[in-house]
C-alpha cells in the first residue's frame, strides 16, 4: 500500500498548474517542522517540505488554501527520476493527494481573525462617517 499523511502549514499561495499529460492540477507546497535538542544541548528546529499536487474538485477546492494555513493531507507517493543539465540523475519524491483535510481548531482561528477584523473595519468605516 502507498499512502502517506502529512500535516503542516503552506509555503506559499496554491499555484494552478498544466502536468505533461495535459491534466489541471494545483501544486502546494507544505512545511513540516521538526524540533529535537541535539548533543550540545540546543534546540533545532528542522523543517522538510513536501510538493503535494492535487486534481480534478479537490485540485479545484486546494486552490482556495492560502499561505500559511495549517493542513493535513493523504495521498500517495510519487517518485520521479530526471537528468540535469550537467548529466546527473536525481530522483523526486512528490505527494498526490486524495484528501485535504482543515483541522476544525485551525479553522476556528481563521473565523475568529476574519471575525475580528470585519469588526475592526466595521467601527472604522462608522468612526469616519460624515455628520448629516
Do not use: C
Not at 10 to 35: F, Q, S, Y
Not at 37 to 59: C, P
Not at 114 to 121: A, K, Q, R
Amino acid at each position: 500500500m502507498n499512502e502517506i499523511k502529512v500535516q503542516g502549514n503552506l509555503v506559499v499561495e496554491p499555484e494552478k498548474i498544466t502536468m505533461k499529460n495535459g491534466k489541471e492540477a494545483v501544486r502546494i507546497v507544505l512545511a513540516d517542522n521538526h524540533n529535537y535538542v541535539n548533543k550540545a544541548g540546543e534546540r533545532v528546529q528542522q523543517a522538510q517540505y513536501f510538493k503535494i499536487y492535487a486534481f480534478g474538485r479537490l485540485g479545484k477546492a486546494a486552490a482556495f488554501l492560502t499561505k500559511g494555513q495549517h493542513v493535513v493531507i493523504k495521498g500517495r507517493t510519487d517518485i520521479s527520476s530526471w537528468q540535469d543539465k550537467d548529466g546527473d540523475f536525481h530522483k523526486t519524491i512528490s505527494i498526490w493527494a486524495s484528501t485535504i483535510q482543515i483541522p476544525i481548531t485551525a479553522l476556528f482561528k481563521e473565523l475568529l481573525k476574519n471575525s475580528e477584523e470585519s469588526n475592526t473595519l466595521g467601527q472604522d468605516a462608522s468612526a469616519s462617517a460624515p455628520n448629516e
